[in-house]
């Protein structure tokens, strides 16, 4: 004969799984819930004086670019640089902001560095060498981080 299962034996069936259950989610025991670390904070964002030093006064600012008699009205020369980015609409792609605070996919320089399709002329700096990934990021992080002016 085959055994016979009472109500009662389900019963402590279905209590044993779902103690199971919770001891093996961590909602049982002495009732510690493990919490996964928070994750790392985001990378530091480059000050603007420190994308001036490294890569617009030696990249960008010279006659017939973005220095004196500046291409565009875009004018790279410390001092300016801020007044000439941020908030400004690009010369080739309005209404799309040069910078747009916050916005780095957003921001028309950041298509000109890495020569996106969708730019007007060609990628800058204006025929090469162009930047590496991790200055265009440089970029990309102090335009996320605010595009603060300092």
Known sequence: MGAQHTTGDRTVRVVGLFLFLLLS?????????????????????????????????????????HGPFPNLGLILLRGQSYGSLVNVTS???????????????????????????????????YGGPYLSASDIQKVRDWIAAGAKND
């Open 25 to 65: 989610l961590g909602c049982g025991g002495d009732g510690v819930i493990v919490e996964e670390p928070p994750p790392p904070p985001p990378p530091t964002a480059p000050p603007l004086t420190q994308l001036q030093d490294e890569i617009f006064t030696p990249r960008c600012a010279f006659v017939g670019c």
């Open 91 to 125: 010369a080739e792609l309005a209404p799309m902001k040069r910078v747009l605070p916050g916005q780095p996919a957003n921001s028309y320089i950041i298509l000109k560095l890495q020569g996106d399709p969708r730019i007007v002329g060609e990628r800058m700096p």
